[in-house]
C-alpha cells in the first residue's frame, strides 16, 4: 500500500511563510491526483492546491496567488505558503490517488495532517 508522511507544520506569525512536504513510499506505477487540503474546525475537509494527472496545477481561489504546490523528480510534494493570514489556520492534509503495484491496484490515501497556526 502506498503510504504518505508530512513535515513542516508549525506557528507562524501573520504575513509570513511556510512550507509543508509530503513524501511518497511503496510501488507506486502513476498517480491521477497529489497535492494537498486542509480542514478548518468543524468544517469538512477542501482542496488547496493539486497536481491532476496531465501534471497540472489546480489552486483554492482563497490560496491563488499566495501558495505554490511543486514536486520534485521523485514522490514528494510541497507547499510553499507565503503571506499567511489567521484564515489560513487549519490542519493540512497530503493525498494522493493513482496506481501501484504489480496489477497497477488503485490507490486513495492521505497523510497524517499537519497543524498548521497562525498567529501573533
Known amino acids: 500500500q502506498v503510504h504518505l508522511v508530512e513535515s513542516g507544520g508549525g506557528l507562524v506569525q501573520p504575513g509570513g511563510s511556510l512550507r509543508l512536504s509530503c513524501a511518497a513510499s511503496?510501488?507506486?506505477?502513476?498517480?491521477?491526483?497529489m497535492g494537498w487540503y486542509r480542514q478548518f474546525p468543524g468544517k469538512q475537509r477542501e482542496l488547496v492546491a493539486v497536481?491532476?494527472?496531465?501534471?497540472?496545477k489546480h489552486y483554492a481561489d482563497s490560496v491563488r496567488g499566495r501558495f505554490i504546490i511543486s514536486r520534485d523528480s521523485a514522490w514528494k510534494v510541497y507547499l510553499q505558503m507565503n503571506n499567511l493570514t489567521s484564515e489560513d489556520t487549519a490542519v493540512y492534509y497530503c493525498?494522493?490517488?493513482?496506481?501501484?503495484?504489480?496489477?497497477?491496484?488503485?490507490?486513495?490515501?492521505w497523510g497524517q495532517g499537519a497543524q498548521v497556526t497562525v498567529s501573533q
Open positions: 493525498h494522493s490517488e493513482g496506481r501501484w503495484g504489480a496489477k497497477a491496484w488503485r490507490f486513495d490515501v
Open positions: 511503496g510501488d507506486i506505477f502513476s498517480y491521477d491526483v
Open positions: 497536481f491532476d494527472s496531465g501534471g497540472h
